[in-house]
């Protein structure tokens, strides 16, 4: 399959550099240097969809975190990767919790970004097959009173819409899809951020709580010595 990404970035040298690698690897290259442009390509009808978006982050017109935002509006599965200079903790975690699913720090080598590249479309055409092969009976899964209507991308508690952050959602949804399984620490990091030298674990305990906290203390176990998993009581609905 012919993937088409978009590159946003403002250094003409480098932009032109990974065109080049991305077109050797049989890549469609939708090349951008700004905020303006990167979003008139994504709102353009004759452009066919993206499957993945790499976006610097200090551009001339503004950041790519403005891209992020605009796209996560409406496209919650579209890989995002951010290429920076920016090498602070901090840093990381705004661009992550923004929407991003990846975060490269420049100098970089072209074979990790490649590899990286890899990791998210195949996350993605994973993702892509099981909504297809999925039953209507599927869409929507409990855990007491937490209930997942996955054909509209939404969480609920006590019948009431919970607001997620992009990686809440996201862990939430790996363990309420996979109600039975135990995850290590460091397979979340790699499964809902997209690779696995994610700078510490403890980013998933502090998830973790912040989402006890919206719903309840039971929805998620803690497996001591190993991980997490959701509670024990999943079932599934049928309309």
Not at 17 to 45: M, Q, R, W
Not at 82 to 91: E, F, G, K, S, V
Not at 150 to 172: A, D, I, P, V
Request: some cysteine.
């Amino acid at each position: 399959m012919n993937h088409k990404i978009l590159l946003v970035e403002d250094d003409l040298i480098l932009n032109e550099a990974i065109t080049k690698i991305l077109k050797e690897e049989k890549y469609t290259v939708l090349s951008c240097h700004d905020v303006k442009s990167a979003l008139e390509e994504l709102k353009n009808p004759l452009v066919s969809p993206i499957d993945l978006a790499i976006l610097d982050w200090m551009l001339p017109d503004g950041q790519g975190l403005d891209i992020v935002k605009e796209i996560r509006r409406s496209n919650h599965s579209l890989p995002l990767i951010m290429l920076t200079a920016r090498n602070d903790l901090i840093d990381k975690v705004i661009g992550l919790e923004s929407g991003a699913n990846d975060y490269m720090t420049k100098p970089f080598e072209t074979r990790e970004l490649l590899a990286r590249i890899r990791v998210q479309l195949r996350y993605k055409n994973q993702t892509i097959n099981l909504v297809n092969n999925s039953t209507p009976n599927e869409q929507i899964l409990t855990q007491g009173h937490l209930s997942f209507d996955g054909h509209n991308r939404e969480f609920s508690y006590q019948k009431k819409s919970l607001s997620l952050t992009k990686m809440e959602y996201e862990f939430l949804k790996l363990l309420i899809e996979n109600p039975k399984k135990t995850f290590a620490r460091e397979h979340l990091l790699d499964l809902v951020w997209g690779y696995e030298n994610y700078p510490t674990t403890r980013t998933i305990d502090t998830h973790v709580l912040q989402l006890r906290q919206k719903i309840s203390e039971d929805v998620i176990d803690t497996v001591r010595g190993l991980g997490y998993r959701l509670g024990p009581c999943l079932k599934t609905h049928t309309n």
